[in-house]
Every structure is written in structure tokens, then in C-alpha cells.
């Protein structure tokens, strides 16, 4: 326990000099997701290697919770100003040509004609895959930001947060 490395572990440095970095605080960092399902899908990591939630505690547990209105207000600048959001669309045209596997690239594909791709979310969701069969393929904690943009003629709800763009 603990000592395995993977891909949060591993790519922190990387994607701190490559400046992928969102948000940071002293114990957790957010990145934009390279699975993404939802334009600016985000991921919120602890930077120490947590497996279970009972390892998320004290300081680390409320900078986790303190990281995700952050996360989502940095989202927001990103639609705000056009130089960002040229960086988004240039960062998925970048994973769908480079990404580290192919669900990565054909995910970014599918971003860039997304038709909210451009549109500011509104509101979020927050949610963790928890366990293999909840869809965790990183065991190392982590929430899933959820950008939601506004439509009144869809549902709402994190049980129905992708059912918009599911056929
Ligand atoms: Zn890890």
C-alpha cells in the first residue's frame, strides 16, 4: 500500500513544469481530465498517494474539499477570456494527437466538436469512481469536477450528468 506509482504519482513534476497545472494548494492539485467526457472535465488529487478515504483526513482532506470551488472559479476564467480558451481547445487538439493511450485521444477527439466545448459551465458535480466496478482505473484517489452548462430541457443531477451525451 502506498508505494505503488501511477500516473497521478508519477506525472505531478511533469505536469507542474509543463505548466497543466489548474489549481494547487500545499496537498492537493487539479488537473484537466485526459479522459475528458465533458468539455473541461477536471480531476482534484491529492499530491500524497491515497488509496482509501480513510487516509483522507486533517489537512489534506479539507484542502480537498477547499480545491474543488477553486477548481471550478479557474474553470470559469477559462471561458472568459479567449487566450485561455484558445489553451483548452489547443490542449485537447494535443491529446487527441499525442495522448498516452488511445482513449485519451479519441476522448479529446470527440471534445473538439462538442458542442459545448466553447459554452461557460454554469454549475458542477462532483463525484469519485470508488472501486473497480464504480469505474476506478487509477488507485489513487480522486474527484471528478464536473463542469454543467445551462439547459433547462435536460435533466439534472450527477446520476444524469453524462446521460445528455450518451445515444
Ligand atoms: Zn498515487
Not at 500524497?48 to 489534506?60: R, Y
Not at 435533466?155 to 445528455?164: D, L, S
Request: hydrophobic fraction near 40%.
Amino acid at each position: 500500500m502506498g508505494l505503488e506509482k501511477d500516473i497521478f504519482c508519477n506525472n505531478f513534476e511533469v505536469w507542474k513544469k509543463d505548466k497543466k497545472i489548474l489549481f494547487e494548494n500545499q496537498h492537493v492539485y487539479s488537473i484537466l481530465s485526459i479522459t475528458p467526457t465533458v468539455p473541461a472535465l477536471t480531476l482534484v488529487i491529492p499530491k500524497k498517494h491515497i488509496e482509501n478515504f480513510s487516509e483522507l483526513t486533517g489537512n489534506i482532506a479539507e484542502e480537498f474539499f477547499h480545491a474543488i470551488p477553486k477548481t471550478f472559479e479557474i474553470i470559469q476564467e477559462i471561458y472568459e477570456s479567449c487566450d485561455k480558451l484558445r489553451d483548452l481547445y489547443e490542449f485537447y487538439t494535443q491529446l487527441s494527437k499525442t495522448g498516452p493511450f488511445d482513449l485519451a485521444k479519441l476522448q479529446a477527439k470527440e471534445m473538439l466538436i462538442h458542442p459545448e466545448l466553447k459554452v461557460k459551465p454554469v454549475a458542477y458535480n462532483v463525484g469519485i469512481n470508488y472501486g473497480t466496478f464504480a469505474g476506478q482505473t487509477v488507485n489513487h484517489l480522486h474527484w471528478q469536477l464536473i463542469p454543467r452548462r445551462e439547459n433547462k430541457d435536460r435533466p439534472f443531477g450527477i446520476a444524469t450528468a453524462f446521460k445528455e451525451y450518451l445515444n
